[in-house]
């Protein structure tokens, strides 16, 4: 049982450079989030899907798309990176209803030069 | 919009016990939660209180006012462990499900 994995774990781009950040769980939770993290800054809330089918907005979806695959999985998107994209990402899964008890991967840490 | 205040540092040493505060401002209010991390690893939750009063969980425990819009974290027989960073979260609700708002985090470091 391998819970919430990312894909990958470390990643550099430039300017203008697009790419998906990969998240699956294994648990058969409804719910998945994508959070990023920047010092002082704490968990600030991307993405989210409450069910496989839907994904709504969180604090700064600005710069950002996802998609839910399917009930694993859920991805990020930066269409066209930009420094102030990097940070570490964290992807979240949690059973429906149960929001306050999340699961989290190790994190993507992403440098946008 | 939902806003959370929480102390950015404590110090204690091992063995005391450190509470860590946490005030918010939210419509709809479901609970509070509260996360840990250790430093360059993912959070991990400890703990949920939806009504008044203390939860305990081992050498952790949490308190819920929703009057005061305010809860704390405590610690107790602190261990060179528990040095982490502690982030208080609210849910929030709105027209596609629920999802949590998080403070900017406590960051707590044990001495010997």
């Known amino acids: 049982n391998a819970g919430v994995t990312q894909t990958p774990k470390f990643q550099v781009l430039k300017t203008g450079q697009s790419m998906t950040l990969q998240c699956a769980q294994d648990?058969?939770?409804?719910?998945m989030y994508w959070y990023r993290q920047d010092p002082g800054m704490g968990l600030r809330l991307i993405y989210y899907?409450?069910?496989?089918?839907?994904?709504d907005k969180g604090e700064v979806p600005n710069g950002y798309n996802v998609s839910r695959l399917n009930k694993r999985e859920f991805s990020l998107r930066l269409e066209s990176a930009a420094p102030s994209q990097t940070s570490v990402y964290f992807c979240?899964?949690?059973?429906?209803?149960?929001?306050?008890?999340?699961?989290f991967g190790p994190g993507t840490r992403l440098t946008v030069l | 919009g939902q806003s959370l205040e929480q102390p950015s540092e404590v110090t204690a040493v091992e063995g005391a016990i450190v509470q860590i505060n946490c005030t918010y401002q939210t419509s709809g209010f479901y609970g509070l939660s509260w996360y840990q991390q250790h430093d360059g690893g993912a959070p991990t939750f400890l703990s949920y209180n939806a009504l008044d009063g203390l939860e305990e969980t081992g050498r952790f425990s949490s308190f819920l006012s929703r009057s005061d819009s305010y809860g704390y974290l405590l610690l107790q027989e602190l261990q060179m462990k528990d040095s982490a960073s502690y982030f208080c979260a609210v849910s929030h609700n709105n027209q596609a499900g629920t999802a949590l708002i998080f403070g900017k985090g406590t960051t707590l470091s044990v001495s010997s």
């Open positions: 648990m058969n939770h409804n719910s």
């Open positions: 979240a899964s949690s059973r429906q209803g149960d929001t306050d008890t999340q699961y």
């Open positions: 899907s409450a069910s496989e089918g839907t994904t």
